[in-house]
């Protein structure tokens, strides 16, 4: 079944000159109607995430202050974003898509976001971009829906997973793995279930080989009932933020790899596009269009 791709332009907050490309969002939509591989009516405004879905996994003295703008100086810092009423709207309504992108994959398979991966944010500040943890507040709500009884977050952002794997360190019912440059963002890594760090300038070879025996593992031991797939654009070789090596071809790989993991097993998977800070924007649109594209692909042959 084709899947429903949730988005909307109010993804896009003024954030002012900034690395993080807020463009982005709107470039994966345009690239997947010049590919032909979406039509218009395939796209979705979802609604936004309410606070209680945010309190499934942050403070609500943390949801109070987003809310209030009474963030400190040295939240805002470690946030790196600068605060703003657009901004929190934004957050909430990008991590509303992931839930939605959640509840449709039990529908069609396959859901699938074109934001979020905001996996940095922890249950009481937001860092490294991300304001809210939606792909934690996602899997919660599968669990508290009676969804799955058993998630499995698949992180291939460059970066680590740390607010994933802090937040559900506690949680037998979530299992993280993150792959990811060792020597990279963030310094301090609460462990994930699985972690693999890769080193500096890391290809394609070794990545693949590392995920694919990860995906053996996970799928072997822990038998998800759901994937969440994180798909960061960021370890492709020209990311300003990575120090991976992968080609386009690469990550077309990775994304293949992560999908057809789960369509060959009937597990419904979710994808979440992460990190992407390519010298081209364009280069990072093209990579999140690419994975998006394949899910489509995914779902329609399931």
Do not use: W
């Not at 987003?66 to 909430?92: R, V, W």
């Not at 996996?119 to 829906?145: I, K, S, W």
């Not at 999908?259 to 390519?278: E, H, I, N, Q």
């Amino acid at each position: 079944m084709r899947p429903v791709l949730f988005y909307s332009d109010d993804y896009e907050a003024d954030i002012g000159p900034h690395i993080f490309p807020m463009r982005k969002y709107r470039l994966v939509k345009e690239r997947l109607l010049d590919m032909g591989v979406a039509r218009p009516d395939d796209f979705v405004r979802p609604e936004p995430a309410s606070v209680e879905d945010a309190l499934l996994v942050h403070t609500e003295m943390y949801v109070a202050k987003l809310l209030n703008g009474t963030l400190s100086p040295l939240e805002e810092a470690t946030l790196e974003l600068p605060y703003s009423k657009e901004l929190i709207d934004k957050s909430f309504l990008g991590a509303g898509g992931t839930i939605s992108a959640v509840r449709s994959s039990f529908e069609r398979g396959v859901g699938v976001n074109i934001a979020g991966g905001l996996h940095h944010a922890f249950p009481d500040h937001g860092e490294g971009f991300c304001v809210l943890n939606d792909v934690a507040m996602g899997v919660a709500r599968a669990l508290e829906d009676g969804l799955a009884e058993r998630v499995a977050t698949v992180d291939c952002d460059v970066h680590q997973g740390n607010g994933t794997a802090a937040i559900f360190s506690k949680d037998k019912r979530v299992f993280t793995f993150s792959i990811h440059q060792e020597l990279n963002y963030p310094m301090a890594k609460p462990p994930s279930d699985l972690d693999i760090g890769l080193p500096n300038d890391a290809d394609g070879t070794l990545y693949l080989s590392n995920l694919k025996s990860a995906l053996d593992t996970i799928f072997g031991e822990f038998s998800p009932e759901m994937v969440f797939y994180v798909a960061g654009a960021d370890p492709y070789e020209h990311d300003l933020l990575g120090g991976l090596a992968l080609t386009k071809q690469d990550l077309a790989d990775r994304d293949e790899a992560v999908m057809s993991a789960c369509a060959s097993r009937g597990v419904p998977f979710v994808v979440a596009l992460a990190g992407g800070y390519a010298e081209r924007t364009s280069d990072t649109a093209e990579i999140h269009a690419a994975a998006i594209a394949r899910a489509i692909t995914t779902g329609e042959s399931l």
